[in-house]
T-cell receptor
Framework: EDQVTQSPEALRLQEGESSSLNCSYT??????LFWYRQDPGKGPEFLFT???AGEEKEKERLKATLTKKESFLHITAPKPEDSATYLCAVQADTDKLIFGTGTRLQVFP | ETGVTQTPRHLVMGMTNKKSLKCEQHLGHNAMYWYKQSAKKPLELMFVYSLEERVENNSVPSRFSPECPNSSHLFLHLHTLQPEDSALYLC??????????????FGEGSWLTVV
């Protein structure tokens, strides 16, 4: 069964304290892995798409990486405005888009 | 102007009411989606429209009725809802349906409370 698991469920960081969020997946054929940011009460905002193992993408303090079994979202020197829930979604070869339950990140000054 | 616009942002309705959620996309996309987001659950796909034709209906109760009059507009008609239907309803669009690496763009969502 296709599955996407995100960890940790919640993460509290001090401003400037770098860390990583994990998205592990078991799907029948990966066609794309997506990262979204979601602020409370708002819709998910698209961040990155990764297509194949070894691929990396960066945007400001965020860097997404992909292996054959998981993806990491690295946050370097986070700021309080990076606080949000980060969602991972995987498109399998069935074309279904499977979402994880998200990691809720809080960054304290 | 945002790419996908949803109205209303907040809705409170009684179990016997009839209301509608509206979505408009300004991205020139051909596929539109309704998702449901409940606390601590993954996003649940409800309906998919491709070029105004419904292509997916994921076992959604008939009290939810979608309508897609054209490729830019999507509605979700609601009637005789239950309190457990209270959730964030998200509209989304993508360039095409079932494209590899197809990025989906979401609206801000409509918070629905059923009392």
């Amino acid at each position: 069964e296709d599955q996407v698991t995100q960890s940790p469920e919640a993460l509290r960081l001090q401003e400037g304290e770098s860390s990583s969020l994990n998205c592990s997946y078991t799907v029948s054929g990966l066609r794309g892995l997506f990262w979204y940011r979601q602020d409370p009460g708002k819709g998910p905002e698209f961040l990155f798409t990764l297509y194949s193992a070894g691929e990396e993408k960066e945007k400001e303090r965020l860097k997404a990486t992909l292996t054959k079994k998981e993806s990491f979202l690295h946050i370097t020197a986070p700021k309080p405005e990076d606080s949000a829930t980060y969602l991972c979604a995987v498109q399998a070869d069935t074309d279904k888009l499977i979402f994880g339950t998200g990691t809720r990140l809080q960054v304290f000054p | 102007e945002t790419g996908v616009t949803q109205t209303p942002r907040h809705l409170v309705m009684g179990m016997t009411n009839k209301k509608s959620l509206k979505c408009e996309q300004h991205l020139g996309h051909n596929a539109m989606y309704w998702y449901k987001q409940s606390a601590k659950k993954p996003l649940e796909l409800m309906f998919v429209y491709s070029l105004e034709e419904r292509v997916e209906n994921n076992s959604v109760p008939s009290r939810f009725s979608p309508e897609c009059p054209n490729s830019s507009h999507l509605f979700l008609h609601l009637h005789t809802l239950q309190p457990e239907d209270s959730a964030l309803y998200l509209c989304a669009s993508s360039r095409a349906y079932r494209d590899s690496g197809n990025t989906i763009y979401f609206g801000e969502g409509s918070w629905l409370t059923v009392v």
